[in-house]
């Protein structure tokens, strides 16, 4: 499927348990939406690529991006974004999404069972992150969190079955004031070693 039509008004695009053509994908340019601030597609079951570009000297206004409940969905193509706000949730199928190249103050990503995070995906100014119930979202010093000076919380909910000790030395920034760490079972102690807990205010352990 493949958007052409320029809708130079509209503001907020919502695709929702829709379907997609026989190509099993969706491509559309930012281009012909200059005003688009929030774009959402959930529960289109069929749905295996999604790919959304920028062309040279186009403007682009998005700053909200929600991808849920898309099953099917293996492969993101994304351009450099500058986004308040990006959710990846209940896309079981999905392995590799980057993100180095984007903006994004405030990053989710639930119940992605097959992503790992590797250094390019996480976007830069990142100022909140929260992972959970994606059992190959295990932070480690490879992502490169402790260079996020702009973290500001983290949060782990579920998944990280090996994790028996949290965080390692060097794992995290100065800059966090906020982790919480929930429903991890086999989570035997944390590790003031790892963080510095001058700046931090809130530390919240429930599993």
Known sequence: MLFRSHLPVLTRLSICSGVVDD???LSLSLGIFPKLTVFKINGVKELEELSIS???GDLTSLRELDLSNNPNLETIELPPLV?????ISGCSKLRSLALTHSSVEKLRIFKCPELMVKREILPSKLCELAIG???QLTPQVEWG???QTSLTKLAIN???EDMELFPKECLLPSSLTSLKIMDLPNLKSLDNGGVSTTHLSSIVRDH
């Open 133 to 135: 119930h994606s059992k």
């Open 54 to 56: 920028i062309l040279e």
């Open 158 to 160: 579920g998944g990280c």
């Open 23 to 25: 190509s099993r994908s």
């Open 145 to 147: 969190l402790q260079s």
């Open 83 to 87: 986004l308040g706000f990006c959710v």
